[in-house]
């Protein structure tokens, strides 16, 4: 038999088996610590972290970890002070205007432009005109009243009253106090304005007294059917309690009942009804402000792998700088064609003017001050002239004068003559000024239309030539202001007698 040939062994090889690949994990996003704030030097505006807070330079010790202390107000804030500051301010910002703001955060809307415009338009249109001091009475002449208006003058009650009306357009009202030089016993009395109980000289002035000054003393409180529910009988003056009657009192806008002790007895003032609207017109005024100076984004798509990941932001930064230190229209920039790709992206501004005036019209609307008188602009629209709107305005300045300026001028002309001549000089009443001025052409309407009807008067014999003549005397406006009255005028006969011819020759002098 063939004999068989012995196989060649081959080596074991084990078979390794290989698992299959696994997916690379994502790339994270690390953005580096340095590239966000990279771009604080290209204009990105960094954000108030508190409204208020003590100034760093008085502050050590915040680089090496130590406790901050401040050199002689620390006490301040462990008292809570910082913090009062921060609530009034964020009172100020956001009042709805249906609570009492309190005063010192009236005080503060006191340096806010639009609301000194206000407040001073409405207490300078309502003291500029002034009053006019007539007699009623055959008693009074001219030399009287003379007299008596140059003391009102003399004490500047025009100046007084100017500023208690923006005391009470920014607090709400105020308190003019008449000094008799008394001793703080007698304060409590009640002041008789009369010549037995003022002598000459015995008046010392007016003063002011702001509302955050006083609080009410004695008042009724229990029984609605009584005069003085709710009016207080005496004021408590930094401690010291004075009778209402040594006081002038100005208030406007008073609250019902209710709400009367949270205002202090005084008014709702002007500046807290308009905070709103001033807070809508700056917040419509900043926003588009800012779209303005973000009107256009300028951008460059580029490689952002390297900084997207941990990378350093130098170089891009570097070439931001490039970029915006050409942007202008005289300037060129270089874009990589493969690697970079410039974009700008506009902001339509249509309708931002008309946003911004629909809010300022808005913040004259509730003062009732039409926006010419009080922005100086002129009126717009088909056939407009703005005279209804000024009427109107006049017509609410008039009303601001009646609640504040009417009662309180009797009695301070009453205290200044005592003061000045020991007695009150009846028959004189005080006649305010119209506070519209006819224009020339309508002051040459007025007088022709008193022309023509004097004309007619005197042609049915209403009237005398010498009535008339004292009429264009006494009108300041008639052009023939002080024209002489007693002057024997010719009468129609014998006008027509002197014009008439005669052949009648004069007889020779001798």
Known sequence: MPRRKNKKKRPYVPKVVTAPAQAAEPKVMRVNDAYTGAFGGLGVPLPAVRPWAPPMNLCEGMATGKAARLAMDKALDASGYYNNIQASILNVDGAQGITFIGYPALAMLQQNPLMRLIVDTMSDESTRKWVTLKGIDEKVNDDDIKRVQGYCEKWALRKLFKDASEMVGFQGGCLLYMDMGVEDAELVTPL??????????KFKGFRM????????????????????????????????????SRFLYFANNVPSTILRPAYN????????????????????????????????????????????????????????????GAKRNQGMAFIDKETEEFFQIETALGGLKDLVAQQLELLALLPGIPVTKLFGTAPTGM??????????????????QESLYFDNFVKARHMIELTESGRITQGITEVWEPLKEPDPTELATIQKTNAERDAIYLDQGVILQEEVRERLSSDEDSGYNGLEVAVELPDEEGAEAEQEPTDVEPAPVV
């Open 265 to 324: 007895f005084f008014g709702i003032p002007l500046a807290q009804l308009v905070l709103k609207y001033v807070a809508n017109f700056e917040s419509a005024r900043d926003s588009s402000a800012e779209i303005i100076h973000n009107f256009s984004l300028l951008g460059v798509k580029t490689d952002m792998s390297q900084v997207l990941n941990n990378g350093s932001p130098a170089d891009l930064v570097n070439r931001a700088k490039i970029l915006l």
């Open 192 to 201: 008789v304005i009369s010549d037995k109980t003022i002598g000459q000289g």
């Open 383 to 400: 056939n407009a002239t703005g005279e209804s709107d000024m009427r109107n305005f006049y017509d609410k300045v008039r009303t601001w």
């Open 209 to 244: 007294i702001e509302p955050m000054q006083v609080y009410p003393g004695v008042y009724e409180a229990a029984d609605p059917l009584k005069g003085n529910y709710f009016k207080p009988e005496t004021w408590i003056v930094l401690g010291k309690e004075v009778h209402v």
